[in-house]
């Protein structure tokens, strides 16, 4: 079980899984390889001085600076396996997760009602090798911002706007309403034909809050039929259940 798997809530199910394109693991182990590269002209330069005198101390100073490299080269190869091998992003039927880090792990999620939109990113090797950058556009300032050099980017960013159709879905037929869209802050221009009062206070122009609704027994019966059936599912926690519930007894 991976440690993304630890991290899944009550109902919570996987969608998919999606790593970062072995091309990473090849950019990281770039000083490996110039290391090792190094590490091999030291040993030829070494072999080439004699064995006394100061060659032969300069030849043994070479012999050591090249096994140092060679090592420490191989060393950062395998930190960075590591770190390619337990990196991965986890889609869900509730959100996107980012899980990285080798000895100290690090987790970032968001919601799939926060998500906006991925813009994807493909250079022409990145369209050869698929592989790219998604960028995932949420309603909030933290969670996971950038996927870089994801696998099968256009697959994975498919698979997470189905999964928040789905979400979102499940929610309406359950009652709930969409999250309102995001506002830039900005006041919408007055109409040109209305007329103002100088008189007029804030509380006074307020609209009046509109008046409980009362459902019909019939009409909650049925909803909470259909949230019984997404929290059997998985698509909502037994909490959100409970208050759902709680909720639409209020009204009779």
Do not use: C
């Not at 999250?179 to 206070?201: F, H, K, V």
């Not at 959100?240 to 709680?246: D, I, P």
Request: no cysteine; net charge negative; hydrophobic share 40%.
């Amino acid at each position: 079980m991976s440690y993304a798997d630890g991290l899944l809530s009550t109902g919570e199910r996987i969608l998919y899984r999606n790593k970062q394109h072995p091309f990473v693991f090849i950019w990281g182990a770039r000083y490996t390889i110039l290391a090792v590269v190094i590490a091999f002209l030291l040993v030829s330069i070494g072999s080439g001085m004699g064995s006394d005198g100061t060659s032969g101390t300069l030849a043994t100073v070479l012999g050591w600076g090249a096994a140092i490299l060679f090592f420490g080269g191989l060393a950062v190869a395998g930190w960075t396996a590591l770190r390619y091998f337990n990196q991965e992003y986890v889609l869900t039927n509730r959100r996107v997760i980012q899980v990285e880090g080798v000895l100290n792990r690090h987790a970032t999620d968001s919601s799939l009602e926060k998500i906006n939109d991925a813009v994807l990113s493909q250079s022409i090797f990145g369209r050869m090798f698929d592989f790219g950058d998604l960028t995932v556009l949420t309603a909030s300032e933290s969670g996971i911002e950038k996927m870089k050099m994801i696998r099968r980017p256009i697959e994975y960013k498919k698979h997470m706007l189905d999964a928040k159709h789905d979400y979102e879905v499940d929610m309406e037929r359950a009652g709930w309403a969409p999250a309102p869209p995001i506002r830039d802050g900005t006041t919408a221009p007055a109409d040109p034909g209305a007329t103002t009062s100088s008189t007029a206070t804030p509380v006074a122009a307020a609209a009046a809050p509109p008046p409980a609704r009362t459902s019909d027994p019939d009409e909650v019966t049925r909803t909470l039929a259909n949230l019984a059936d997404l929290r059997d599912r998985g698509a909502i926690s037994p909490e959100e259940y409970e208050h759902k519930k709680a909720d639409l007894l209020a009204r009779l």
